[in-house]
């Protein structure tokens, strides 16, 4: 296994691309924007979605299914939706292909033209809506709680895989309640399952905090989301859960009957991550020989190589192999044996070290006889010759510590990479270094907001909840404000 | 719970509509042949998609993820595909939405015309065959064993919940291989998937065999199928399975270089069902007063249900029921315990026959004093009394005694509905009177298959595998014929 990835350190963005073809995780297609999830990738996506899944489901959400298209006319009902959304998208304006009147190939029959063209759903608000109309007539019927696996489409122009996709796969859950203050409590609940699902799962650090008005997304009250720093000192939005108010409700005319026997129009939250966090886990942990994954997502956890010559050999090391396979599955950890006779054990270690599984246990015919088996950490390359005994033990450990590891390594070059500045001109130094996450005062104007990112490409990434409130003045208006904000560079 | 269900015998196709929406299973959307799966429906299609996933994955393959757009001239490579397929699909021809320069919402920007036009997939043959041809090039490379869970779209004019809808969900298997051998193999071997998940799962007996050359995939040499039996007489074909030749692999040039070193062909498999299982499921067990579902698919295994009047009857009778809950999820069985003060208990009653629940349990003072519970079977709807001890052991068996009898019945349904005809008149009395399958001699001619459905409606379901040769002469014809083949009304 020939890596040739490029070091992060020369180009972060080309070993990342390189990373993603050469790990097997993904692909462009023959389709402009669109991604193939080759298997490898897509065995990771599937951990992602079965725990948060899980997770959803514990905090008492069901899944749904709703319509990939859109009429065109749902699209203007909400008018900020429209204002800042679903502009470039997928739009099915025929019905139907005809043979070529010339012979070649097929063409679009003119006569199967659409009355109202579909577009193919950015994001299902409006379909949501307009299907909960025919739920709700009383708050008995309330809250709703659903929650939809999809593919979406956003007519990207540049496009990257994972990051920024044509076509991408997600989940979105959209739920419906009674009081403004359920709603609210909902929109919160599901940031923090999505930021405990970042740092347990993906061992990704966290900040939670709310979006400006400015990056807030379009039909909502408030947008919270999850911010993630990744190694090259950019920051990535991990996660977004929208306060939507009663908008959708008043566009889509959605009322019910209240307890007291009024009427009133229903609220509304809707949050979502997509394979996206593909790209964060990637970017997090990542190292110049390859994927580093956190133990928890690894569709391998264990891989087993025997170094060994000839058939008798290979027999003795495969019979304790399968042996110790054996037992760490017993443990419910997933382990590939790996005899393949057509590769050297010193390809094999490369290969696994690209794919990031993140332990490697190594036979050789002294550790028959001696009792021992080589043990090799992908996270810190490290290795080390251990007893056989109770190896599945250790082994079960050494994940967990890994996994606790990985997070702590993420921690502390967060931690390293957080500066507070306190004026426009130490601001600007370490914007255009690019080196992380930057508190600083803010006015709280879109005008200050506007300004600072034209000058220097940044923009706040939250408004964050820990924010201790500490008087001060805006770095760049010298206006009044109560606590700092995470400024970065976004992908 | 009034629930107000036409009859079978009154209107099977109207029961079906009816008992689709009032079980909450699905609905019509605002989109033309798009549905809307509610959560109690898309609850049923996990368990469905969690155990053919399953199954997929013991059998050595792997999921993937492959655009939901094809470019349209990919869909004229294949030329016989494109014939039998693909006409009548949703065409994107626009990337971009504006406002309306007259200020009514939005329109299609004229200047972001494609310069291809998309598809939106009807099947993937194509962007797979297109995208293996990078993933191949050795005899090492093979084979490729790829499933995707998807959504696809076919622009159907006549649409029914399930059955038959624009957007319907679906996994496709697209399996690349080395030799006409190992790839017929495949083929049968995922019917074999096939037919057992229907037949453990679904508890729906099928006929496994192959198609007619007219009943054929576009695109493949040979299409073979599994058909269920539906109450009325019709037959559902409930999944296929194709072995594809080299027809993709030629349309796209996938060559590998063999073990000898010569240049090939790929052979190819695909395969798949939809969420018209959902269909054969509702419609192969169900009711006059609802669903009946087999309970290795119910979401709801087991009902409790508390009779009581006052508070302190419904507080010793709960924390009677939630011992029992807790034991039988001990057992892996999935419990509800409905204790909602705002309904009666016999609206419960009738609410979970129509949803289903295989076995519903009530507890009442009087089982209290003398530990009875009343256990009530929904397929058969008897009740009995019975002694609360090991009731968990006692429900465990029921559910299986269940799943194996709702089977049996489905079985000797069929049985008592295939009939063996041996001429054209008799033929015709049973095909008018829709009378199930109609075992008849066949002279294998295209002309003769078609001549019959004009007269009939009837259409070959498959050539069975297990028909036992015997001579005899078409019914139609009186051509010779080998075997007999199972003729049928079809959904």
């Known amino acids: 296994m020939s890596k040739g990835l490029t070091s992060r350190s020369e180009n972060y963005s080309q070993w990342y691309n390189e990373l993603v073809i050469k790990a097997d995780l993904a692909e462009n297609s023959a389709v402009r924007g669109c991604m193939v999830i080759k298997p490898y990738g897509y065995a990771i996506w599937e951990k992602i979605q079965a725990q948060l899944d899980k997770m959803f489901k514990e905090t008492g959400h069901v899944n749904a299914y709703f319509p990939l298209f859109i009429p065109k006319s749902f699209l203007s009902k909400e008018a900020e939706h429209v204002e800042g959304f679903a502009k470039e998208c997928a739009v099915v304006t025929h019905h139907r292909l005809m043979n070529d009147p010339n012979g070649k190939g097929v063409v679009v029959d003119p006569s199967a033209k659409l009355e109202e063209e579909l577009i193919v759903r950015p994001t ?3 379909i ?13 019927d309330l809250p709703i709680l659903c929650n939809q696996w999809a593919n979406v489409v956003r007519w990207e122009m ?13 989940q979105e859950g959209h739920t419906a309640h009674a009081t403004r203050e359920e709603a609210e409590e909902e929109t919160i609940k599901m940031l923090n399952v999505y930021a405990e699902f970042a740092e347990k799962f993906l061992a990704i650090p966290v900040v939670k905090g709310v979006k400006s008005a400015n990056e807030r997304f379009a039909g909502a009250l408030d947008t919270y989301c999850i911010e993630a720093l990744m190694q090259d000192g950019k920051a990535l939005q ?6 939507l108010g009663q908008n959708f409700a008043k566009a889509f005319d ?3 009957a209240t307890k007291e026997g009024a009427l009133d129009y229903v609220w509304a939250t809707s949050w979502g991550v997509s394979t996206r966090l593909m790209g964060a886990l990637i970017m997090a942990h990542s190292d110049d020989n390859g994927l580093v994954l956190p133990p928890k997502l690894a569709p391998t956890q264990v891989v087993i190589v025997p170094i060994y010559k000839g058939a008798e050999q290979l027999e003795a090391i495969s019979a304790k192999a399968r042996e110790i396979k054996a037992k760490l599955e017993n443990l419910g950890i997933s382990v590939k044996y790996d005899d393949r006779d057509t590769q050297k054990p010193g390809w094999k270690f490369a290969e696994y070290e690209l794919k990031g599984v993140p332990v490697r246990l190594a036979i050789g015919p002294r550790d028959l006889e001696q009792g021992t088996i080589e043990v090799a950490r992908r996270d810190t390359l490290t290795k080390e010759t251990m007893t056989m005994e109770n190896i599945e033990i250790v082994v079960k450990n050494l994940l967990e510590t890994i996994q606790n590891e990985i997070y702590k390594k993420a921690l502390d070059f967060r931690t390293a990479n957080t500066v507070t500045v306190d004026n426009y001109e130490d601001f600007k130094k370490h914007i255009e270094k690019q080196s992380g996450f930057v508190l600083a005062h ?8 506007e300004k600072i990112k034209q000058e220097t490409k940044a923009t706040i990434r939250c408004i964050p909840f820990d924010a201790p409130e500490e008087e001060g003045v805006c770095v760049y208006s010298g206006g009044v404000s109560q606590r700092r904000v995470v400024f970065g560079i976004a992908y």
């Open 254 to 256: 959605v009322q019910f």
């Open 158 to 170: 540049r496009t990257r895989l994972f990051l920024r996709t044509a076509e991408f796969l997600w």
């Open 442 to 449: 803010w006015d709280g104007s879109t005008e200050t907001e």
């Open 124 to 126: 299902s608000e409006t």
């Open 238 to 243: 991990a996660g977004t859960s929208h306060f």
């Open 128 to 140: 949501i809506w307009n299907t909960y109309k025919n739920w709700i007539q009383s708050y008995r």
